[in-house]
């Protein structure tokens, strides 16, 4: 057809393979969304691309998209651009399931938004509210949820009494339950958050056992009243509010992929956002009509500069807007 002038053109995120299914890394690269195709050329003769553990400096270089490791800066891109990751802050009152047997809000009226089949990461109390992602990669959701995994998570909780710094310095110390000793990784009471009859506290751990958080500061003499999930390794919840749901941004899709990749490492870090956030402000359940999904902010770009500046606006491989729909 070219004699005819006619040239069929490939667009930007559209990967050419070689018969044995490898594809130009700067193609591969804009793909996955990490940048424009010719910013991708940059970050590779720049050194800031390794393949397999190996910094890949030639444009002319192909992967294999379903078997090679790649990285900017640090940060592992996910190749498989089917593959999808959601944050949703979960209301009180909804269980972390996808069908309830009981009837009870389930994470159905969230899910239900997107074409894909998702799957929670672990779960979260009923009555407790926050942080909780959702994703169809099945392979990843099962190495974060095992607890062999270790991942740090950070709560914020208001608690009955006045919490004093030799409570806190016992939670660090560690406290016995039932079933075994279990100490924080770390602990603080936030600013203004001790008061006569309550206190606010943040603690971070990486235990996965059940109501892990409820039990050790009942066991220091300070029930949860409210309790909220804001990060999760290197996720926060930001600015993200009760009952909405967002897709992860290339540069937070890569801080998480490379926490499950090196085991754990990292989990304090963080894509994006803030902690600290009041439980009182998620007192009560989000309407229960559905919530679009937001696009989110994007990643800072910590530890993958090539990332930054690209927003969460769902997967554009696929067809898909913000809301999920084509």
């Given at each position: ?6 040239h ?10 070689n018969?044995?299914g ?5 193609k ?26 190996k ?9 294999n ?7 900017v ?9 089917s593959?999808?990751?959601?944050v ?9 399931t ?21 799957y ?6 009923t ?8 994703t ?5 959701a ?26 806190i310095?016992?939670l660090?110390?560690g406290?016995e ?5 279990i ?14 009859s ?26 949860v009243?409210e309790?909220v999930r ?19 941004s290339?540069?937070?899709r ?6 499950a990749?090196?085991g ?7 894509a ?27 990643g ?5 500069r ?15 807007g913000?809301n999920?729909?084509?």
């Amino acid at each position: 057809m070219a004699a005819y002038g006619w040239h069929r053109e490939v667009s930007e995120t559209t990967p050419v393979f070689n018969d044995d299914g490898r594809v130009r890394l700067q193609k591969a690269l804009a793909t996955a969304g990490v940048a424009s195709r010719r910013a991708c050329e940059t970050l590779i003769t720049s050194g800031r691309v390794e393949v397999n553990g190996k910094v890949q400096r030639e444009l002319g270089s192909r992967i294999n998209p379903d078997t090679d490791t790649v990285r900017v800066d640090g940060v592992v891109v996910q190749m498989d651009v089917s593959k999808r990751y959601f944050v949703l802050n979960k209301p009180r009152g909804v269980v972390s399931t996808m069908h309830d047997e009981d009837g009870r809000p389930d994470l159905r009226e969230f899910t239900e938004q997107v074409e894909d089949r998702l799957y929670n990461v672990g779960r979260l109390d009923t009555d407790t509210s926050g942080l909780l992602i959702l994703t169809n990669d099945g392979e990843l959701a099962h190495k974060l949820a095992h607890p062999s995994f270790g991942v740090q998570k950070t709560y914020v909780a208001k608690v009955r009494g006045r919490m004093t710094p030799q409570t806190i310095q016992r939670l660090r110390d560690g406290v016995e339950l039932k079933d075994g000793p279990i100490r924080v990784d770390r602990a603080k009471l936030l600013p203004g958050g001790a008061g006569a009859s309550h206190s606010l506290i943040e603690v971070t751990l990486h235990s996965g056992r059940n109501r892990i958080v409820r039990r050790m500061l009942a066991e220091v003499g300070h029930p949860v009243e409210e309790l909220v999930r804001r990060q999760f390794g290197p996720l926060n919840l930001g600015t993200l509010r009760v009952g909405e749901m967002r897709e992860l941004s290339p540069g937070e899709r890569g801080a998480l992929l490379s926490a499950a990749d090196d085991g754990g490492a990292g989990g304090s870090g963080g894509a994006a956002g803030e902690s600290g956030q009041d439980p009182a402000r998620d007192r009560g359940s989000a309407s229960r009509g559905r919530v679009p999904v937001t696009g989110g902010r994007p990643g800072d770009g910590k530890g993958a500069r090539g990332m930054r500046g690209i927003a969460a606006k769902g997967n554009p491989h696929n067809g898909r807007g913000k809301n999920g729909s084509r």
